[in-house]
Each structure stands twice: as C-alpha cells, then as structure tokens.
C-alpha cells in the first residue's frame, strides 16, 4: 500500500487532494482519450469472454489498499480488452448512442462535483440545469411544453414510471386512491398493446402490477404497426376505460404505430395512450420527418431515451407525462424534511430515486454544443443513411432488405435462416462493423441501427462491403 486516503481520521473536511489522487483523476482523462481515440481501429466486438476476464478482476477481496492513481491505470487496462466499439460510428448493433464526447466530458463533471440531484435546496445547479432540459427536450420534441418530465436512467424506466403515472391516474378517475388504498381489490383496468411492443413497456406493466399475461395483444401490420380496426374491436370490449401501449420506432422495423387515429379511437373510450418512443420519437423533432408519428403528440405520456439518439452517455432517457400531476403524484417521495410540493421544481418528484447523480447535465451538454439544429441535423441524417443503406443493398442477391426504412433501422435477411447467421457471424468476427441480430416475422435477421452520432457515408459503404465480403465467403 503505498498512498491511500483515509490514512487519518483528523484530517482536516475540506483538505485538498492528494497528489495520488490528482493523479489519478488525470490519468482518467488521459485514459479516456485514449480509448477513444483507438475506437477507429478497435475490433467492433470484444474476442474475450466475460470468463477470460474474470482473473484480471475477480481477484480475493483486498485486504489491503493500493495508490487511486494505480487503480485507474490497472483498471483501464484490464478492462479495455474486454469491452465492445458501442461508441464507434461503424457500431450498428442494438440501438445504441455513441456518448458523444462533450455529454462525456461534462459526466466527468458530475462525478467531481458528487451532487446528490434529488432536491433543488440541496443541488440548485442540477435542479435548474435538468429543468431547462427538459424544457428544451419538450421543445425539440414538438411535445406540449406544460408536460411533467422525470430524467431517468433510460427507455425501460420511462416506460415504468408512464405505466405506473398512468394507473394510478386512471384508477383515481374510477375513485381509486392507489397510494393510499393499493391494487388488490381495485377496479379493473383493460390494458392493450401491440403484438410488436418492445419488452420494455411490457417490464413496464409487470412492475406495475399489471402481470404481463392480462395485457391484451392487439394484431399489427407486416411492419409492427397496430392495426386499426383490431384495436377499434379491442377497444369497444373494454369494461372501463384503458391503457393502451403504442409505439414509436419498432426495435426491427422502425416503423409508427397509426397515432392520430389510434389516439382519438382511445381517447373517445376515455383511456390513457402511452407511447414508447424510446428511439423513434426524435423523428418528432425533425419538421420534414415530423409526419411519420403524426398526431403523437396527442398521447398522455411518452417514454424516450437520451443515450440513443441524443447520443447522451449512459444512462440517460425522460418519462414524459402531459399532465405533470399525474406523474408527479404517482412518483413524489417527499418526507417531512423536504420541501413543501408547491414551493420549488424537485428532480425527485418525477422519478423513482430520491438520492441520485445529476444524470440530465450531460444531454444538457450535449444540446448546447450542438444546437436544436444539430440536433435535428444528426436525426435526419442517420435516416438518410438507412435509406441508403437499402437502397446499395437493392438488387444484391443474397441481402434482402425485409422492412420499409422509415427511420434509423434496416433489417436484412440472407436466402435461408442459416444463411443470414452465417453472414453476420462471419461480418462480426472479421470486427470492423457490428451490425446485430434479431428475429422479424419469424425469420432471423441482421438488424442495423444507425444512431451514432458520427456516422457517416464512408461507414455504411464499409458495412455494405463487409456484408458483400461475407456472403461470397463461403
Ligand atoms: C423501442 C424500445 N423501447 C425500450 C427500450 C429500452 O430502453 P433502455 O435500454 O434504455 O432501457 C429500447 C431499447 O432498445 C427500445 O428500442
């Protein structure tokens, strides 16, 4: 052991940092850089699995301590080899955000400031600072700008915390107080999503007491939408008024759930509408995409991430609820020593946690560096891109384009279910683009999502060569 903190318990509450630890804050971002400088000539994917690394890591707990800034350096170096390209621009797997550099430079900045976020007398910085985002992303969105939003860790808790906003509310509209008179016994409340739902919002009704069996699955189109007329039949069986779960951005296809119809058809039933926007719902901020989720803005609550398209570093999304009560009563944990409700704009009353980090400063970042313009700039080119993309991928024997490109994602099957594997198996493992897989109409799929904020054209004509390369691989 050579320079640990804690040596004395009398040194002095605001002593500076010692020189191991400057050290080590430095060698954090030295270390950053680096990686992120290598990302261009790292292999997309990792070749070691988590049991190869288990050695470097899952060492006999330490008895002893060792120098801040030797655990950085031994750190970054045992984890680097074993970690994925999410960030490069040639990565298309899942849909996943590339931590835009200046969000990650002011995450640094919440880890050195150490705010506990949860109240506005405790961080006002944070307070004001995740308010204005939320103005600013209600804005962007094209969404109503008196909405209630909490800034969440990402798509499945905004999912979570609409769902749970969303019973309460429709449970009180029955006369049921479900803070103070719980679920069992409650009326009952009808729940429909579509037989294409994500599994988030569906998490989303399980941790909402729903059960995800009661849910019933409404029929959709080749594309995911949910039909029209098997959500009118649904709709006219429901005893009380429902919850209905529509969709943004299907994981496959990227495609729109019908929303102007689908909302007032919900809507004149007296039911809630939750949308799960979690990716698709940037498209709303950009004008001459806008009409591809017309009449979204309609709905009652919207869950959306930060870390995908607004590249935010994780984790990061909002749960956005138009009617700021009903989110904040379902969600407020104030004790006694906190605030009066009306006195002050508390992060905690729109979320699940109480203490937490200041999650929202780096999407606060992110949207000053790059302007509303750059914002709707970046979404309109990754689906220019992925209409590209299909368009090279037209007239190629062997890579199939299975959906209609109507955002960021593209799904390719190969002649046969085996064929397709082999085809992404080989383009993963020669490591210089990562597309995913996925399952679409019960064929396998290579699903590419195109959502870093530094792709390109050169990007998507390396993933073409690659797929060629690996079909006439054989
Ligand atoms: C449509 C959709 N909803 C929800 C989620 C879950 O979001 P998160 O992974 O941020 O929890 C995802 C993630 O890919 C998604 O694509």
């Known amino acids: 052991m050579s320079e640990t903190r804690g040596k004395s318990l009398v ?29 261009e000539m790292m292999p997309a994917r990792p070749d070691l699995r988590p049991d190869d690394l288990l050695p470097r890591f ?12 030797a655990v950085i350096r031994r750190l970054a170096a045992d984890a680097v080899p074993g970690l994925h390209a999410h960030a490069a621009p040639r990565f298309f797997g899942y849909v996943c955000g590339g931590s835009m550099p200046v969000g990650t430079a002011a995450d640094f900045l919440v880890s050195a400031w150490g705010q506990n976020s949860a ?11 995740e308010q204005t985002l939320c103005r600013w992303c209600l804005e962007l969105l094209n969404l109503p700008p008196d909405c209630g939003v909490g800034v969440v860790t990402g798509g499945t808790v905004a999912n979570a915390q609409a769902i749970i906003a969303a019973r309460d509310a429709l449970l009180a509209r029955q006369g049921w107080d479900v803070g103070e008179q719980g679920l069992f016994q409650a009326p009952d409340i009808p729940v429909l999503v579509g037989s294409d739902a994500h599994s988030a919002p569906i998490a989303g009704l399980r941790y909402a007491g729903f059960g995800q069996q009661r849910a019933q699955r409404v029929e959709t189109d080749a594309e995911g939408r949910i039909c029209l007329d098997a959500l009118d039949r649904a709709v006219k ?14 994981i496959n296809t990227g495609a729109f759930d019908p929303f102007a119809q689908a909302i007032s058809m919900v809507h004149a039933a007296g039911g809630w509408v939750h949308v799960d926007g979690a990716f698709g719902l940037w498209l709303h901020a950009v004008p001459e995409l806008r009409h591809r989720l017309a009449g979204v803005d309609a709905a009652d609550s919207w869950a959306v991430d930060l870390h995908k398209w607004l590249n935010a570093p994780y984790d990061a999304g909002l749960c956005i609820v138009r009617d700021r009560a009903d989110l904040v009563r379902a969600m407020t944990a104030r004790g006694a020593y906190l605030p009066e409700l009306e006195e002050t704009w508390e992060p905690s009353d729109s979320t699940l946690e109480l203490s937490r980090r200041a999650r929202g400063v780096p999407s606060y970042a992110i949207i000053r560096h790059l302007g509303a313009d750059g914002v709707r700039e970046m979404v309109a080119r990754h689906c220019a891109l992925a209409e590209y993309l299909a368009r090279q991928l037209d007239g190629i024997a062997g890579l199939n384009v299975v959906n209609t490109v109507v955002s960021n994602q593209v799904a390719i099957a190969c002649d046969g279910d085996d064929e397709t594997t082999r085809v992404l198996r080989h383009v993963q493992a020669n490591g210089k683009v990562y597309p995913s897989h996925g399952v679409w109409r019960g064929q396998q799929i290579i699903r590419v999502s195109i959502i870093n904020f530094a792709t390109d054209r050169a990007d998507i004509d390396l993933l073409v060569q690659e797929l060629v390369d690996a079909l006439n691989a054989r």
Request: glycine fraction near 4%; charge should be negative; aromatic fraction near 2%.
């Open 237 to 250: 069986t429901c005893v009380s008024p429902p919850l209905v779960i529509l969709q943004a951005g299907q």
């Open 11 to 39: 040194e002095p509450l605001l002593s500076p940092l010692s020189a191991d630890e400057k050290r080590a804050m430095q060698a954090a971002a030295e270390l950053s850089l680096e990686f992120r400088a290598s990302l």
């Open 58 to 69: 899952a060492t006999p707990l330490p008895e002893t301590g060792e120098s801040a800034e």
């Open 119 to 129: 109240s506005a007398k405790e961080s006002p910085s944070v307070a004001v600072i």
